[in-house]
């Protein structure tokens, strides 16, 4: 995975406009800091191949980044993205990773479902 450059990332964003997608998103908040300390609360969020159409897509920020994909009847939101790469198979992951390098946040666009 490469930094973000929000011109790149945006113009990765807008060649899934108006289609039917599939999206991974999790945010693994507090699972790698609650076995250093108990009072640390766990706080875990996954969805994974849900089929969508987003009409609108914007990164924002200065970094961490946030995305919003605007629904016909809603948003899908993803803050703290650090990272990203389009790979091989056509699918856009991005990632935020916090100060030791753990994963805290993924939002992932495909036309193709992600594999289990």
Not at 60 to 71: A, H, S
Request: net charge negative; glycine share 8%; no cysteine.
């Amino acid at each position: 995975m490469k930094v973000i450059i929000k011109e790149d990332v945006q113009a990765y964003l807008d060649q899934f406009l108006n289609k039917s997608v599939f999206i991974h998103l999790e945010t693994t908040t507090g699972s790698y800091s609650a076995h250093k300390d108990e009072k640390n609360m766990t706080v875990v969020a996954f969805i994974r191949n849900a089929k969508v159409m987003y009409h609108q897509a914007k990164i924002t920020g200065n970094g961490p980044y946030r995305v919003g994909l605007k629904l016909e009847d809603g948003w899908i939101y993803a803050e703290g993205l650090t990272d990203w790469i389009f790979n091989e198979d056509q699918q856009l992951l991005l990632a935020g990773h916090n100060g030791e390098g753990q994963l805290a946040i993924a939002l992932q666009i495909s036309e193709n479902p992600f594999e289990n």
